[in-house]
């Protein structure tokens, strides 16, 4: 083990959640390899230490939140990892009248109201020392920024998706039961209603009232739920080149599992899970999204994203009736200016890549139009500047 994996045996993405949370998962899961005990000590630490904050936010915070109204509606970025959910959110998290669940409510959705002060300057020092990007790309990691509301979900509850990278092993029951809601009582099904809502309502309050603009690849999956949660809601859903997805997915997989893994996983393992796992979601969505009311679902390629942003953002916000576009129009303009510069990662497209992905994703191509590849282009070179992030 060298430097790096040693020093990442002591982060995980739940160091800061419920000890209560952490416990359940290791009793539901069990099979942790030896290589990664001094990680579960690691977590089984913080989480111990951490515990009487998270009872004094909820002591002083229970009857505030409980009262909080999330409205209007949210507007949820939905699609597969990689999609370039990401890119888009932080653009349009851009518009000052949106709120968002910041990177600090992720860490710690347990004290992320009394914790606004010295705590978050602490963990935001941090943060920044070790990670100046995000681990899985080039994007800026700030304490304040957008992120996944699906990394708090993870601190609080045993029925987040990001799971799959702790116990990788059993991703197929995992992905199944947290992302499809497959198999899952109702009790179980309102208890991980119940987590969410408190983690919008915590958003809603840290942002002001403002309404939440919100980017959950494990959503798209969740379609039903959640509009049963917020009738009014609004959806945006990013597709992208399956075969550009499925390298960097892959790449995700293997960064993130770094960081999180509690059990070995082979490599042909994971292409089996995102190969499969793709077309599980995407289906799903196809399946479900005939529930959302005309004018409240909006659908993006990435790549038409990446080539007139102004014009497809303004398309989001004419086809979901969303006010104030040409007041958020000179910030979405500055964000679009700072990432000019971006270097987006670059993969290497196989032979058998085009194999895999023409085998498992043939609907894809077909739904929303991509050319259907039978050999590998010309090698590309490894990076590119003048890029959008790819994520």
Known sequence: MNREEL??????????????NWLRLLWRHKKVE??????VLFVTLTTLLTSPVRVYEQLRYASTIHRTAIQPAPIFIVGHWRS?????????????QLG???????????FCLVGQGR?????????????????????????????EEEFAMANV????FLHVFSFPRQADEIFARTTLFQGLTPATLAEWSASYVEILRKATLLAGGKRLILKNCANTGRIRVLQELFPDAKFIHIVRNPYDLFLSTRQLWHVVL?????????????????LQFYPQLLQQYLADRALIPPGNLVEVRFEDLEAAPLDETRRIYETLGLPGYAEAEPALQAYLASVTSYRKNRYQLTPDVIKQVNQHWSFAFDTWGYRRLESAPAPQPAQGAHQVPDN
């Open 7 to 20: 020093a990442a045996m002591f982060e995980h993405p739940v160091a800061m959640g419920s000890l209560q």
């Open 258 to 274: 770094s960081k999180s893994q509690l059990q070995q996983i082979e490599p042909a393992e994971i292409d089996r899970h995102i």
């Open 34 to 39: 030896a290589p990664y005990l001094p990680r």
């Open 100 to 110: 968002f669940v910041s990177t600090f409510q992720t860490l710690a959705p347990g």
């Open 119 to 147: 705590i978050k300057k602490i963990v935001g020092y941090w943060l920044v020392k070790g990670h100046p990007t995000r681990f899985i790309d080039n994007v800026p990691l700030r304490i304040d920024a957008p992120q």
């Open 84 to 96: 370039g959910t990401t890119h888009l959110h932080l653009l349009l998290c851009q518009d000052p």
């Open 157 to 160: 509850t045993p029925h987040s």
